[in-house]
């Protein structure tokens, strides 16, 4: 499952007044600190209420500036109204929140992930589910490291994605052959290792699946060499 923060101004609103008006259904679920989520509905408040005023404050410089304009030069037969003013701010003020709402709203979905409790309909609720199509699939491609740990065993490590797992192809020297399916991130390849005072190249490539079938591109071509010290 893959989460998302919204980009522009607009949505970004729309999103965190969505998550801010039905998390309410799902708080006994997850352990997120009351104090964030009363944070985030603070400044979706102050932001929908500047974002509004700055709107307004845009359209009025604009023909501020364009009132300056027919002062200076006019068009011969022009009369001037009155000198524009912008509305003044209302008496009550919505309440200052912190800055960086969009980091805020963020950790809380990242709260939300590690859980381990956030299910798709949830997701989808809250507004923060990204929705799939057939080319994300079909262009989906693992960004395939591997790094050696103690004992020298090659671990691959592939960002999940919406995707519910890959494949592990190696090729040892005689063409690739696949090895296993993982359904984490990181997989460990404790297949043996050569000879003491030996090394070999090992080559690994993976490619994603979903829906319990193989989906997508091949990741680049991974080239690890291992040595035997055990």
Not at 48 to 75: C, L, M, P, W
Not at 137 to 163: A, R, S, W
Not at 189 to 207: E, F, H
Request: aromatic fraction near 10%; charged fraction near 20%; charge should be neutral.
């Amino acid at each position: 499952m893959l989460t998302y923060v919204e980009g522009a101004d607009g949505k970004f609103r729309i999103q965190i007044g969505t998550f801010d008006d039905n998390f309410y259904k799902y708080k006994d679920i997850f352990n997120v600190p009351p104090l964030k989520i009363s944070q985030l509905t603070t400044g979706r408040k102050l932001l929908d209420f500047y974002s509004t005023r700055n709107d307004i404050v845009q359209q009025f410089a604009y023909g501020s500036t364009g009132y300056k304009d027919e002062i200076r030069h006019g068009n011969g037969t022009l009369v001037l109204g009155a000198i524009p003013d912008l509305n003044p701010l209302p008496t009550v003020l919505p309440t200052l929140c912190i800055p960086n709402i969009e980091g805020l709203f963020r950790e809380i979905i990242g709260l939300l992930v590690t859980s381990g409790k956030l299910s798709e309909s949830i997701a989808q609720d809250l507004g923060i589910l990204k929705s799939i199509s057939v080319e994300d699939i079909e262009e989906g491609q693992p960004n395939l490291t591997v790094k050696l740990v103690g004992g020298g065993y090659p671990i691959l490590h592939c960002d999940m994605l919406f995707f519910e797992g890959y494949e592990i192809w190696k090729d040892e020297g005689t063409g690739y052959k696949k090895v296993d399916t993982s359904s984490h991130a990181k997989y460990t390849d404790i297949s043996p290792l050569p000879a003491k005072g030996v090394t070999v190249t090992i080559k690994y490539k993976t490619i994603y699946k979903y829906k319990n079938a193989v989906v997508g591109k091949w990741s680049v071509e991974v080239v690890v060499p291992l040595y035997g010290h055990v």
